[in-house]
């Protein structure tokens, strides 16, 4: 039998969409390839404008989206609808001034639209992601595994200093999100007599709620329900440590 008879034809229909399909995963990486290089260049200009006193809005991450980024279910990515990568968002631009850090922790949804919105100081908004396709944000992007919830690019320079975190732990288990609420208090300012302390909206599921109070002080469930895009089965809620103006406690 000659190798030809071996090997399985592909219909020239199959070939045709196979083509298409590498097509498009080599426009996707040659985007995140211009994308990344622009971040580093953006990164200089930010640290220029920064001695100006200029805004630090970039180009590039404006016209960013989420729709670049296919969800990959192997990382529990169920990315939110757009109505709450707005709420968050706005959630955040409501708390803070030009000198705020905030971090984004497991949640590039509400990064990505907080970009998009102009925010005062981007230098000083941090995206933590286990996924390496975030890394178009150049320095903001810190690669983070909760596994390892003290190990991190910048965990001594942000101990203590952030203002306000949006986080929403991969997995529903206690081990997932203590382990990331350890990250959560190590990052956060802590409260003084000049200040209420750093704030933080925890997104996960209601049945994570008994944890998440445990593990961090103030803790309480609000009204409000996040929304993903592709739906969930699970039970998700919002929980905040402070008084929100959008996301109200249940309780009050
Ligand atoms: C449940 S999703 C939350 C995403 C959020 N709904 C959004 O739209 O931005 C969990 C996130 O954790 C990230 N992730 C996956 N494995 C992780 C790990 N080991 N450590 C930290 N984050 C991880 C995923 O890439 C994903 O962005």
Request: hydrophobic residues 30%; aromatic residues 10%; glycine residues 4%.
């Amino acid at each position: 039998m000659s190798g030809s008879d071996s090997e399985p034809e592909l219909s020239s229909e199959t070939l045709r969409i196979l083509q298409e399909v590498m097509r498009e995963q080599q426009a996707q990486q040659e985007r995140f390839e211009r994308l990344r290089q622009q971040a580093e260049v953006q990164f200089d200009g930010v640290q220029q404008q920064n001695a100006s006193d200029e805004p630090t809005a970039t180009k590039e991450s404006e016209s960013v989206t989420m729709d670049i980024f296919s969800e990959d279910w192997q990382l529990s990515q169920f990315w939110y609808d757009e109505d709450t990568s707005e709420k968050l968002a706005r959630e955040i631009l409501d708390n803070i001034t030009p000198e705020s850090v905030v971090c984004c922790i497991s949640s590039p949804t509400a990064y990505v639209k907080l970009m998009s919105m102009n925010p005062p100081n981007k230098n000083n908004l941090f995206l933590f992601e286990y996924d390496t396709r975030f890394d178009i944000y150049g320095k903001q992007f810190i690669h983070y595994d909760y596994s390892s919830p003290l190990e991190f690019r910048l965990a001594k320079e942000l101990q203590h200093s952030v203002d306000m975190i949006v986080v929403d732990p991969p997995f529903l288990s206690e081990e997932c999100l203590t382990k990331t609420l350890e990250s959560v208090k190590h990052l956060l300012k802590p409260a003084s007599a000049s200040s209420e302390g750093g704030k933080v909206v925890l997104c996960t599921g209601l049945t994570m709620a008994n944890v998440a109070s445990q593990s961090l002080k103030g803790l309480e469930i609000t009204t409000f329900h996040p929304g993903h895009r592709n739906g969930l089965s699970n039970d998700f809620r919002c929980y905040v440590n402070y008084r929100s103006r959008q996301f109200h406690h249940l309780s009050s």
